[in-house]
């Protein structure tokens, strides 16, 4: 059976070392998602359990037998503030910044969160972020697309 629920679990359950006007993030797994989030409630990361890039949604068996090696990518995404907020883009670069140095030096111990799982790839954005899709609400925030290679035997 995969471990991609462990693997959802292990990031829900870290997170980086940051804090933003000392306050600390708040992580949302995807049972817990909310349809919106209010300005109170930021800096939060939320585990996104979709995604667009089929690519990294990829299987392939080994050899001839029933060994599978999935590819899975995880969306966390962290909103740091509505991005109209503020003085702009001077008030929240530094901050997303940090995160993203954060985030890296973190995942350094994620490498193998889950039985038969290991880190692949790790790809960190800074930037502003709709949240959720449609809502025309931007907040500025880190896009940290997180792969695991699962081998399923």
């Known amino acids: 059976m995969s471990n991609l629920s462990a693997l959802y679990a292990a990031l829900a359950a870290g997170g980086p070392a940051f804090t933003f006007n ?7 797994a995807p049972a817990s998602l909310k349809e919106s989030y209010e300005k109170v409630d930021l800096p939060i990361r939320v585990l996104i359990p979709l995604g667009n890039d089929a690519d990294a949604r ?25 991005a109209q907020s503020g003085s702009g883009l001077a008030d929240y670069a530094p901050a997303l ?4 140095g954060a985030y890296a030096d973190w995942m350094r111990t994620m490498r193998s969160p889950a039985s038969q799982c290991a880190l692949e790839n790790l790809d960190i954005a800074p930037g502003i972020y709709e ?3 449609g809502s025309k609400r931007e907040y500025a925030g880190v896009l940290c697309l997180v792969q695991y290679t699962e081998v399923l035997s």
């Open 22 to 28: 000392t306050q600390s993030i708040t992580v949302y």
């Open 58 to 82: 990829q299987g392939q068996f080994v050899n001839l037998g029933s060994t599978l090696k999935m590819l899975w990518s995880i969306p966390d995404l962290m909103l740091l503030q509505l």
């Open 97 to 100: 910044i940090s995160y993203c």
């Open 131 to 133: 949240w959720p899709a």
